[in-house]
């Protein structure tokens, strides 16, 4: 073989080479220290500052603007590996070197006898310009009227958006397997993988029902709020 023959295939081999390199490494599950690594990024750290900025405003804004007394805040952030490529019925997730998402669940106390009025005070918030809350009574008139005009049934305990459930204890009937449950345990933190908080810590769902009569639950749910691809491109969305 000539010498530029070798040298021509030796340029097609580091080709072959590098690309079954580019391509296995895209194929890959992302590994733990490179996990821990773009969760800990300034990029990524910001992109948490702003996500649990945002959930707190809007939990803020139902203890300020509406009858409902805070109660207790719980926190979950945790932020998941890239799985190894699918090559058959891929939803996109193995796509992603890393995904961080974040739930807050608030719990909020109010008097059963009032239900009408914390109601009503609610979809009164919501129905102001800018609002945080998307309850309005535009749409959700009829829970106020079926408490106001006392309907007979089971009651319907629960407003919802596509980031936002509002849900409630049943004033009516005996309905216990309705109530609003105590939230899980927080699992051992794991910063900046995984993180979770309870605030107050010693707060409970039973001890918020005695205070003032009845809960509320707020569960907020949102798009994955730092995702970094297997190419390298981040997305933010807070």
Not at 6 to 25: E, F, N, R
């Amino acid at each position: 073989m000539t010498g530029s023959r070798k040298t021509a295939w030796g340029a097609v081999a580091t080709a072959v080479v590098l690309a079954v390199s580019a391509c296995s490494s895209q194929d890959r599950a992302t590994n733990p220290e490179e996990v821990r690594k773009l969760a800990g990024s300034t990029e990524g750290v910001q992109a948490r500052q702003n996500a649990e900025s945002h959930h707190r405003d809007v939990a803020r804004a139902y203890s300020e603007q509406t009858p409902l007394a805070p109660g207790m805040l719980v926190l979950t952030d945790t932020c998941f590996r890239g799985k190894v490529k699918q090559w058959f019925d891929s939803n996109g997730d193995d796509s992603y070197k890393l995904t961080c998402s974040m739930r807050v669940t608030v719990y909020y106390g109010a008097d059963p006898k009032r239900i009408v009025s914390v109601l009503d005070g609610i979809l009164n918030a919501g129905d102001r310009p800018g609002s945080d809350i998307p309850f309005t009574h535009r749409v959700e008139e009829s829970f106020v009227d079926r408490y106001r005009h006392h309907t007979s049934g089971l009651e319907e305990t629960e407003m919802s958006t596509p980031t936002q459930t509002l849900s409630w204890d049943p004033v009516h009937g005996h309905q216990s397997n309705h109530l609003v449950k105590e939230p899980d345990a927080c699992p051992a933190n794991d910063p900046p993988v995984s993180r979770c908080v309870r605030s107050p810590a010693s707060e409970t769902v039973a001890a918020i029902r005695k205070r003032y009569g009845m809960v509320f639950k707020l569960d907020l749910t949102s798009p994955e709020y730092y995702k970094v691809s297997k190419s390298g491109k981040t997305y933010v969305n807070y």
